[in-house]
């Protein structure tokens, strides 16, 4: 008898335990890692481009405008963010705004688009990452 109700006991406070685990889980808000990786993933195809030596302009300025429209959502992905955040933010939009306006026609006009970009990135990184 006893030796049941310590089995129900257990598994009473083991169910409990994970109900505190997962919504301690949920609660972490999961956009602006989401939101970075995704960030990533678009740097990264442009990357691909330029490794491959195969930059079709199009293509470029499809991960452009992508990288552009996330720029654009950072600061409701980071509530609370300082405003020397949302600058960075509103720089990064900038310059990808800039890249894609410029049209990269080849690799080599892609590699320089680009340099604007990555140091926003860095910059940001160096201060709140
Ligand atoms: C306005 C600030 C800011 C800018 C600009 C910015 N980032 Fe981030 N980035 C962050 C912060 C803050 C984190 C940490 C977020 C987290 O993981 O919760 C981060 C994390 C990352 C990560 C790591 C994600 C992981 O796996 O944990 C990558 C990759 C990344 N950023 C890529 C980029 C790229 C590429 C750019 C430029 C195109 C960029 N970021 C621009 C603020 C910024």
Do not use: W
Not at 43 to 58: F, N, P, T, V, Y
Not at 67 to 78: G, R, T, V, Y
Not at 86 to 109: F, G, K, R
Request: hydrophobic residues 45%; proline residues 7%.
């Amino acid at each position: 008898m006893r030796a049941a109700l310590l089995i129900v006991l257990g598994l009473a406070i083991g169910i409990i335990g994970t109900v505190f685990v997962m919504n301690a889980l949920e609660d972490r808000n999961p956009l602006p890692h989401a939101m970075m990786v995704t960030m990533s993933f678009h740097r990264h195809q442009l990357q691909q481009e330029i490794k491959g030596q195969h930059c079709d302009a199009s293509a470029t300025v499809e991960q452009l405008q992508s990288m552009q429209m996330l720029s654009k959502d950072i600061p409701a992905a980071f509530p609370d963010a300082p405003q020397p955040f949302l600058d960075l933010a509103h720089q990064l939009h900038s310059a990808v705004q800039t890249a894609a306006q410029s049209a990269p026609a080849d690799c080599p006009a892609l590699v320089a688009a680009l340099k604007p970009v990555d140091k926003v990135c860095g910059d940001c990184h160096k201060q709140y990452r």
